[in-house]
């Protein structure tokens, strides 16, 4: 029993060192690679605890929702700025002074005077 559980150990050893990341692979970030074979099949590889996984930009399915427009309405009250959002737990609310914006509030304003 033992020498069948080493010979598999080793085996399995061996077939994750089979799986490797080609050299002259381009790191597109980190522990993901792109790799072009001479087919002219684009791989992408990713190295994990368990080993490296390959797989074409094929395979991942396209989404199929549409990108959802911006769900902040924003009306200026003059000196503040007034922001409606709605979630899934209700209608949310909030006012501020145009001088105490944070940097997400100041891009969804101006993400609102953008639209027609």
Not at 7 to 17: D, K, T
Not at 22 to 47: C, L
């Amino acid at each position: 029993m033992k020498k069948f559980v080493a010979i598999m150990v080793f085996a399995g050893a061996c077939a994750l060192a089979a799986e490797s990341i080609p050299e002259g692979a381009k790191e597109i970030s980190p522990y993901t690679y792109t790799y072009t074979d001479v087919d002219g099949k684009t791989w992408m590889y990713r190295q994990t605890p368990f080993g490296v996984t390959k797989w074409q930009e094929s395979d991942i399915p396209k989404p199929t929702t549409p990108p959802q427009p911006n769900p902040v309405k924003t009306t200026d009250l003059g000196d503040k700025i007034r922001f409606e959002r709605q979630t899934p737990f209700g209608h949310f609310v909030w006012t501020k002074k145009k001088s105490q914006l944070s940097v997400d509030e100041k891009i969804l304003m101006q993400q609102a005077a953008e639209k027609p």
